[in-house]
């Protein structure tokens, strides 16, 4: 059974930051694509990233140059660390994860937590 748990969300203010964890059980994590999404209310659920089992990564345009992704095969833990953060970044993050997949879509992704709330105030 694969559980993914997101973890590491509040609040903060904005030009501030935060670092995200995902923990994941039940797969081979080294061999995944992980992913971040976040969904704000009343917004679709959109791709914040994603690093490969090569460590390719991606980011979407939005946070390109102030969050970045990375992770520990070894805790089979998956980091967001958000710097510079908006008040536009406020949303519920996701994790997921996904077999031999290089995208931000969300449905190429089959393993998902629950979220962890990051609210930016201004």
């Known amino acids: 059974q694969v559980q993914v748990v997101e973890s590491g969300g509040g609040l903060v203010q904005a030009g501030g930051s935060l670092r995200l964890s995902c923990t994941v059980s039940?797969?081979?994590?080294?061999?995944?694509?992980m992913a971040w999404f976040r969904q704000a209310p009343g917004k679709e659920r959109e791709g914040v990233a994603y690093i490969t089992s090569l460590a390719t990564t991606r980011y979407a345009d939005a946070v390109k140059g102030r969050f970045t992704i990375t992770q520990d095969n070894t805790k089979n833990t998956l980091y967001l660390q958000m710097n510079s953060l908006k008040p536009e970044d406020t949303a519920m993050y996701f994790c997921?994860?996904?077999?031999?997949?290089?995208?931000?879509?969300?449905?190429?992704?089959?393993?998902w937590g629950q979220g962890t709330q990051v609210t930016v105030s201004s």
């Open positions: 039940g797969l081979t994590f080294a061999d995944y694509t």
């Open positions: 997921a994860a996904g077999w031999v997949v290089c995208s931000l879509v969300q449905f190429d992704y089959k393993y």
